[in-house]
Each structure stands twice: as structure tokens, then as C-alpha cells.
């Protein structure tokens, strides 16, 4: 394939490497997780294939009596790696 989005299951070290070795030449995987074991499982898959690491956090507006304040939701962590060719 030319693109792998996994957005589950990522603390599976070896689910993430045989995605990464189906990935065709120029290849892009893109891989979410929210778990401390899935974001170790990012960190190790990065040091053996390089790549990048984003944290993306969001913030939903709710009420709190008569005001309203930005509750976070829970960050995500993303991987982007790219198969040279």
C-alpha cells in the first residue's frame, strides 16, 4: 500500500513493524495513540525508523454555572513516517 493509518492497537510493537514493512517505497504511516504503552511503542518504532512525533491536544468549550471554560480532551500522540524509496 502507498498510505497505513493505524488508529488502534498501536502498543502492538509488531503489528506497527509489519505495517511499516507492507509499506510500498515513498510510502507514508500515520499512527494515533493515547496509551503511555502505545506512546512507548511509537517511541521505540522511531528510533528504529525515524520519523516525527506530534502531540495534538484539544480543548471542547463547556459550561460551568453560569460561565464557560475549555475542558481538555485527552491528547493524542501521532506518529508520521515516511519509506524512502
Do not use: H, Y
Not at 29 to 41: F, K, L, Y
Not at 69 to 77: D, E, G, R
Amino acid at each position: 500500500p502507498d498510505a497505513i493509518f493505524i488508529g488502534g492497537g498501536a502498543s502492538d510493537i509488531s503489528l506497527l513493524r509489519s505495517a511499516w514493512k507492507a509499506l510500498g517505497p515513498k510510502g507514508r504511516i500515520v499512527i494515533n495513540a493515547v496509551s503511555i504503552e502505545a506512546e512507548q511503542s511509537l517511541l521505540a518504532l522511531r528510533e528504529e525508523i525515524g520519523g516525527q512525533l506530534s502531540c495534538i491536544s484539544i480543548k471542547r468549550a463547556t459550561p460551568i454555572g453560569t460561565f464557560s471554560a475549555l475542558k481538555p480532551m485527552l491528547s493524542v500522540t501521532q506518529f508520521v513516517g515516511i519509506k524512502p524509496s
